[in-house]
């Protein structure tokens, strides 16, 4: 049963618009939610976190927002670029278990079409 | 050299082979970690390392051997593998010793078994 679901596995959005990405989680144990993106041949890098106890953090061009009521978070690229095309994961975990319970889900492919 | 550094990046092996994958980190970190992806799945986690000592192993077959001998080193060891086991296999390090600590990958060694 996958804990943290991305159900959207493709998404393309034209450059300078904003790209939306949603991911849903079931277990209410969650407090802790990151954004990591992967471009092809690389590993993941960190994007973005939340704890719980916020329901917004923005960085740049970057915001993700956490309903925790809908157990449902989503990441707000604007304005989007070409180099934002990768693939997103977003990932939670229960902070008290320390990073090592991190649960990702299965990604979402961003296309940013020029 | 900076970063989480992983050899091979790409790898084929026999059902009867033996190989290793190999991990290394600059980063000064005390955790280390296994993970896989496979097509259309969320990554896995497989083995965490802190300080040198395995505190997760999340029931991964015992065809799958990790070792720690350093805080900065860390391999998996392969023996008998199966094609289902074809994947991604990324390494990831961090701080360690505190929870919510963002998670640094490696580019991955990309696994075929055929």
């Known amino acids: 049963d996958q804990q943290v679901k991305q159900n959207s596995p493709s998404l393309s959005v034209q450059e300078g618009r904003i790209s939306i990405l949603n991911c849903d989680y079931t277990?209410?144990?969650?407090?802790?939610f990151l954004w990591y993106k992967k471009y092809p041949a690389e590993g993941p890098t960190f994007l973005i976190s939340?704890?719980?106890?916020?329901d917004k953090n923005e960085d740049g061009r970057f915001t993700v927002f956490l309903n925790k009521s809908a157990k449902h978070l989503s990441l707000h690229i604007v304005p989007s670029q070409p180099g934002d095309s990768a693939v997103y994961f977003c990932?939670?975990?229960?902070?008290?278990?320390?990073?090592?319970?991190?649960?990702f889900g299965t990604g979402t492919r961003l296309t940013i079409i020029p | 050299e900076t970063g989480v550094t992983q050899t091979p990046r790409h790898l084929v092996m026999g059902m009867t082979n033996k190989k290793s994958l190999k991990c290394e980190q600059h980063?000064?970190?005390?955790?280390m970690y296994w993970y896989k992806q496979s097509a259309k799945k969320p990554l896995e986690l497989m083995f965490v390392?802190?300080?040198?000592?395995?505190?997760e192993n999340n029931s991964v077959p015992s065809r799958f051997s990790p070792e720690c001998p350093n805080s900065s080193h860390l391999f998996l060891h392969l023996h008998t593998l199966q094609p289902e086991d074809s994947a991604l296999y990324l390494c990831?390090?961090?701080?360690?010793?505190?929870?919510?600590?963002?998670?640094?990958f490696g580019s991955g060694t990309q696994l075929s078994v055929l």
């Open positions: 990831a390090s961090s701080r360690g010793g505190s929870t919510n600590e963002k998670l640094f």
């Open positions: 277990n209410s144990m969650f407090d802790y």
């Open positions: 939340i704890s719980s106890i916020k």
């Open positions: 990932a939670a975990s229960r902070g008290n278990f320390g990073n090592e319970k991190l649960t």
């Open positions: 980063l000064g970190h005390n955790a």
């Open positions: 390392y802190s300080l040198e000592e395995r505190v």
